[in-house]
């Protein structure tokens, strides 16, 4: 997925138990559970920030989940509006990712949504209040 590669035979799923393997389900002896693999059971799991990063995504920007408390006391709604906002194209993008890596988009059709998502941020940043889409797209190089 990091790579930018589709492995759709990987992420193909029986319709029926008895039509073959499912390694992504639960309580399969063969299950693949790659937050277990990553965490090896010591509580610690990827981060939405940590995923995005790994796939050339920006991230976060400049607020970080752990602000957010602070600065609702502070009564920096706007902060917290924008940190939201960057966690929601931040996940987009390692949705349209993750859907890529199953089969499910060609390549033609996961670039061009690529570029048609580039392309509305970039009419939203020049609206003079997105300052943080003007810094996330700064930081998603082409």
Known sequence: MVNEVTA??????????????????????????LLSLFSKG???????????????????????GNQVVDLWLAGELAKIIEYNQIDVLNTYLVWLRTVYFCGKLSDEKYFAELEIFRDFLKAEAADDDKRHIRQFLEAWPE
């Open 42 to 64: 010591n509580g610690m799991s990827p981060k939405l920030d940590e995923i995005a990063k790994l796939c050339g995504f920006p991230g976060k920007i400049d607020v970080d």
């Open 8 to 33: 759709e035979k990987f992420c193909l799923r029986p319709a029926k138990p008895w039509e073959g393997r499912d390694y992504f389900y639960k309580y399969s002896e063969e299950h693949l559970d």
